[in-house]
């Protein structure tokens, strides 16, 4: 099995930057690909960015914002987070996909069968 911790999340105001990590334990070899999801009230789940073999993925309406790492050695996926907006608020989830899927699917939630609890992420103007 495979277990993702998320923490880093909080609350900034806009222009600020956070930095989410995800500590990714257990089976980590079935992990084809990891991505960084996002959740508002009211809002289906959303990709955010996907780290698969070291080749990234980002949501088009993050305009470059955000960057997705993968620190191998302490087995943590990173999200590094700037010029945060009002609209980047919500929950933030790491996931792992134990499949492989083609590219063009990776920022669809459903791929993901492994998630962990999330982090609140929270901007005020």
């Known amino acids: 099995q495979v277990q993702l911790v998320e923490s880093g999340g909080g609350s900034v105001q806009a222009g600020g930057s956070l930095r989410l990590s995800c500590a990714v334990s257990g089976y980590t070899y079935r992990c084809y690909h990891m991505g960084w999801f996002r959740q508002a009230p009211g809002t289906e789940r959303e990709g955010v960015a996907v780290?698969?073999?070291?080749?990234?993925s980002y949501a088009d309406s993050l305009q470059g914002r955000f960057t997705i790492s993968k620190d191998n050695a302490e087995n943590t996926l990173i999200l590094q987070m700037n010029s945060l907006k009002p609209e980047d608020t919500a929950m933030y989830y790491c996931a792992c996909a134990t499949a492989r899927w083609p590219d063009g699917l990776l920022l669809h939630a459903g791929i993901y069968d492994v998630w962990g609890q999330g982090t609140q992420v929270t901007v005020s103007s």
């Open positions: 780290n698969s073999g070291g080749r990234t």
